[in-house]
């Protein structure tokens, strides 16, 4: 046993000699050489921001106290008073010509914006463009033969997963400043519609944000944007906005001034391992499923609700956030091929993509209609036919349907989260206006031998599919 033992920890030691050097030479001695090579690239941004003075007594005390007239007297003096408020943040310099990325909430209802460069020059900048939705800001300062870094491939060599990184800004106000670490995951998303952040552990804190993230050829991989902290400070775990993004916002912001979005003019949802069954000729859990076609590009395009999207522009669709992120960096009024799942068959469309930017701002809500009632319990859910009364309850859209009125607690229904107030508008892929019409396509259901039928459900507005059982 002690034999054993012992052969098996030399193994292990041989084992430890023969991989330790090999990671020992490629993790670097020392970052000063690519810290000096693109620090001059690298700035504090300072924002003032000039806010509204007191209008009168704020209740810094309570009513009545001794201290009252003393803190009264105070505040009458800054009746009116504008003040100054500052913020700290970092950016870098990506053109000669003075043009610097920075993160929107750095510089967002700021008044006056002054750059500090490496070198302690400082220059006032005005804002190219912003993106809300990516939390980028483009700037320039007036100025030529700047130094300037340029932006790697978030995707490829050097920003893998275990990758070193180094980071670079003005943490808490302190200067500039590096810290380093590594690519701790990719293809991060916390709240955006087109997130694809980096995840590292190279220390990031309140300063840094829209400060540079490079790998080891000094490229920028991504834009330092935010922390998962429980006291405000780095607790290992910072996020920084990947390349990829970075450049197709960056690019449309020096262009356009604004950002200018593919728009395909569907609402999705992923589809999840139990619609599988219910979706006719689906193998697995994949796509993107159409659950309302709003008047756009994909209604022209001759797209349904129920279509699931497997293919656009030749990538395959693994769910709705791949499908989010490419039909977003597509130009506007490109022709595109895309491929939908639809009753088993698979149809071939043709999209012209619209502007996301222009369909958002002309978005218009639907005006209630009524129906005539009836009422009938199946599925766990008690359901009626739309009634004025029943519109007016629930808040609910234009559009026929059944309103979902009671759920039972012990029910799938339940359980899937269907609530009194949902709209059912679809059942088994086809549309229900009655209680008629969703008792026929529960029997086709059953006669085809499914064990499940798929329901679109609308609540406030917004659809998605749930399958519930048939038996």
Known sequence: MIRALAALMLGLAVLAAQVAPGFAQERPATFADLAEMVSPAVVNITTTTVVAGRTGPQGIVPEGSPFEDFFR????????????????????????????????????????????????????????????????????????DLPFVVFGDSNGAGARVGDWVMAMGNPLGQGFSVSAGIVSARNRALSGTYDDYIQTDAA????NSGGPLFNMDGEVIGVNTAILSPNGGSIGIGFAMSSAVVVNVVDQLREFGETRR?????????VTPDMVEAIEGLDMARGAMVTDVPTGPAEDAGMLSGDVILMFDGTEIAD???????????????????????????????VVLGRRETAEAAGTDPQPEAMEPAMTDLMGMTLSEVTPDLVQEYQLGKGDGLVVTDVAADSEAAEKGILAGDLITEAGQQ?????????????????AGRKSILLLIRRGGDPRFVALGLE
């Open 262 to 270: 593919g728009w395909l003019g569907v609402r999705i949802q992923d």
């Open 320 to 350: 709705t956030r791949e499908l989010v992120t490419i039909v977003g960096n597509s130009p506007v009024g490109k022709s595109v091929p895309v491929q939908v799942l639809r009753a088993g068959e698979m149809e071939d469309l043709t």
């Open 73 to 144: 007297d105070f505040e009458d003096r800054q009746d009116g008073a504008p003040r100054r408020s500052s913020a700290l943040g970092s950016g870098f310099v990506i053109s000669a010509d003075g043009y610097i990325v920075t993160n929107n909430h750095v510089i967002v209802d700021s008044d006056e914006i002054m750059i500090e460069f490496f070198s302690g020059q400082e220059l006032p900048a005005e804002i190219i463009g912003t993106d809300p939705n990516t939390d980028l800001a483009l700037l320039k300062v007036d100025a030529t």
């Open 204 to 207: 990031i804190n309140r300063g």
């Open 431 to 447: 549309k229900v206006a009655t209680l008629g019409d969703l008792e026929a396509r529960i029997v086709e259901a059953e006669e």
